[in-house]
């Protein structure tokens, strides 16, 4: 009968080792993927993320690549790209002139977007779009 007591802990002590591990593992990549959340959007201080601006050139046509969730900077205003969904092209357009941390929800249609669009007085034509990057032809004015 003593014999039987002795082995009943090494179960109890690899199932709590088990439990202990999985949640850790769990913890840490559950805090990892908010970081990187909150780094794309602007950091943890509520910091505007705004990517570089396209090279300054002499060209009127700039090609641009917006990536999903980053502030851009063009001309007058400021745009985020949020993706696809129904066939619609999905910015959010900061007017810098009127308000800047207000942003204009604009839903394109792609094919529309493909002949040219403007936002806020900034000309675009759309070169492809999909889930995570749209290319844009950026009609600047000089």
Same mark, same amino acid.
């Given at each position: ?56 050139? +002499? ?65 675009? +034509? ?17």
């Amino acid at each position: 009968m003593n014999d039987e007591r002795k082995h009943k802990w090494l179960p109890v002590l690899f199932f709590m080792l088990t439990g202990v591990v999985i949640g850790a593992s769990i913890y840490l990549i559950a805090a990892s993927a908010v970081e990187s959340e909150a780094r794309a959007h602007g950091g943890q201080n509520g910091a505007r993320t705004i990517a570089a601006s396209p090279p300054a050139t +002499d060209e009127p046509r700039v090609r641009v690549v917006l990536r999903r969730d980053v502030r851009n900077s063009f001309g007058k205003v400021d745009v985020v790209y949020r993706g696809m969904k129904n066939g619609q092209i999905r910015l959010d357009v900061f007017i810098r002139d009127l308000d800047p941390d207000y942003p204009y929800r604009r839903e394109i249609d792609y094919r529309a977007a493909k002949g040219g669009f403007r936002l806020g007085g900034v000309r675009f +034509d759309l070169i492809s779009a999909g889930r995570t990057k749209a290319r844009m032809l950026w009609h600047r004015q000089l």
